[in-house]
């Protein structure tokens, strides 16, 4: 079995998982100043003597969670009109009435029972009856800001 450029690839990152992988050098392609050749880094600094210790010093007390955001209270929500109110207790209420009767087992006179499905076919009809009949437009996803 032979072995392509993306298998050694591959096995290089993993033998040097968790260690600095040596970077072999390479001219800038941009032809800009580069003193990783002579060993120093941006700065005028020595690459090898750059460690973790010569990092700037953080304030180890600062907490930089320690402000934590709390967001306002959000508005109400806005009722609804009585009449769509009315509709949409016709089309939810009404069958969730129907089933619990049906499971608890009462029975109702007949004219409630045309009642209640009425209710949920008026409500429907309302609610369809008052749409807006204008084409939304086809960018709009309904967010408010």
Same mark, same amino acid.
């Given at each position: 079995?032979?072995?392509?450029?993306?298998?050694?690839?591959?096995?290089? +990152?993993?033998?040097?998982?968790?260690?600095?992988?040596?970077?072999?050098?390479?001219?800038? @392609?941009?032809?800009?100043?580069?003193?990783?050749?002579?060993?120093?880094?941006?700065?005028?600094?020595? @690459?090898?003597?750059?460690?973790?210790?010569?990092?700037?010093?953080?304030?180890?007390?600062?907490?930089?969670?320690?402000?934590?955001?709390?967001?306002?209270?959000?508005?109400?929500?806005?009722?609804?009109? @009585?009449?769509?109110? @009315?509709?949409?207790?016709?089309?939810?209420?009404?069958?969730?009435?129907?089933?619990?009767?049906?499971?608890?087992?009462?029975?109702?006179?007949? =004219?409630?029972?045309?009642?209640?499905?009425?209710?949920? +076919?008026?409500?429907?009809?309302?609610?369809?009856?008052?749409?807006?009949?204008?084409?939304?437009?086809? =960018?709009?996803?309904?967010?408010?800001?």
């Amino acid at each position: 079995m032979q072995r392509n450029d993306e298998d050694d690839a591959w096995q290089a +990152i993993v033998d040097n998982y968790g260690e600095r992988p040596t970077l072999e050098d390479e001219p800038a @392609a941009d032809g800009a100043d580069d003193d990783t050749a002579t060993g120093q880094v941006a700065g005028g600094h020595d @690459a090898e003597a750059l460690t973790d210790t010569d990092a700037p010093d953080v304030d180890a007390e600062a907490d930089p969670f320690e402000e934590e955001f709390v967001p306002p209270r959000p508005a109400p929500a806005p009722r609804p009109p @009585a009449d769509r109110l @009315a509709a949409w207790w016709g089309v939810l209420g009404a069958p969730a009435v129907l089933v619990v009767l049906a499971v608890a087992g009462i029975d109702l006179p007949d =004219w409630v029972l045309l009642g209640l499905v009425a209710a949920i +076919i008026g409500g429907f009809g309302y609610l369809v009856a008052t749409m807006n009949r204008e084409p939304r437009d086809p =960018w709009d996803d309904g967010a408010q800001v």
